[in-house]
């Protein structure tokens, strides 16, 4: 059984940076893996944030960026500002139409 | 824009059958795959498996012998079926289209809970 790790929680100051990071327990995360994070608040369904490893989906600002760092995937937060307080969620694609989404982490901004 | 609207039954007694559907509106269902997530109280995403508009499917490893997912082109919308269910069914079941290999848009979700 594929198992995917993302951080449990972060916190970051109004107008900080935080990297996520999502792994694969037995294996590295390349663009192969078409790394995919989305945000969710509570009671919402998941907005998507970056797909294909780095690109932003319709609408989503520029503070939030994807890439590869070492053998995982990362979500980049610059700028962070109070509407980002919501839980992060990766997914890796696995093949043959298999996802595997990871236990996300929380991010709380204060 | 495409927007999805899952429907069906928010009580499923434990060892039945739970059956939702995903009503797809401002888009044509023979355009992408389609996904079911589901989500259970508190906890994080899980993904069930998809389905194309000529009917390939695929599920995941773990739910694919109590899941079946199945499409009406001429209704445009896609269901789920999943049996013998429990208390560990209990969840937001979201349904999605999938694109690129990512999921967007999502429907509302709709919460389904195993209990009889």
């Known amino acids: 059984q594929t198992v995917v790790t993302q951080e449990p929680s972060f916190s970051v100051s109004p107008g900080g940076t935080v990297t996520l990071t999502c792994g694969l327990a037995s294996a590295s995360v390349s663009n192969n893996h078409y790394p995919t994070w989305y945000q969710q608040t509570p009671g919402q369904p998941p907005r998507t944030l970056i797909y294909n490893t780095n690109t932003r989906s319709s609408g989503v600002p520029d503070r939030f960026s994807g890439s590869i760092l070492g053998n995982k995937a990362a979500l980049t937060i610059t700028g962070a500002q109070a509407d980002d307080d919501s839980d992060y969620y990766c997914a890796i694609f696995m093949g043959g139409g298999i996802y595997v989404f990871g236990p996300g982490t929380k991010v709380t901004v204060l | 824009q495409v927007q999805l609207q899952e429907s069906g039954p928010g009580l499923v007694e434990p060892s039945g059958t739970l059956s939702l559907t995903c009503g797809v509106s401002g888009g044509s269902i023979s355009d992408a795959w389609w996904t079911w997530v589901r989500q259970p109280p508190g906890k994080g995403l899980e993904y069930i498996g998809e389905i194309y508009h000529s009917g390939i499917t695929n599920y995941s490893p773990s739910l694919k012998s109590r899941v079946t997912i199945s499409v009406d082109k001429s209704k445009n919308q896609f269901s789920l079926e999943m049996t013998s269910v429990t208390a560990a069914d209990t969840a937001v079941y979201y349904c999605?289209?999938?694109?690129?290999?990512?999921?967007?848009?999502w429907g509302q979700g709709i919460l389904v809970t195993v209990s009889s």
């Open positions: 999605a289209r999938s694109r690129t290999k990512m999921f967007d848009p």
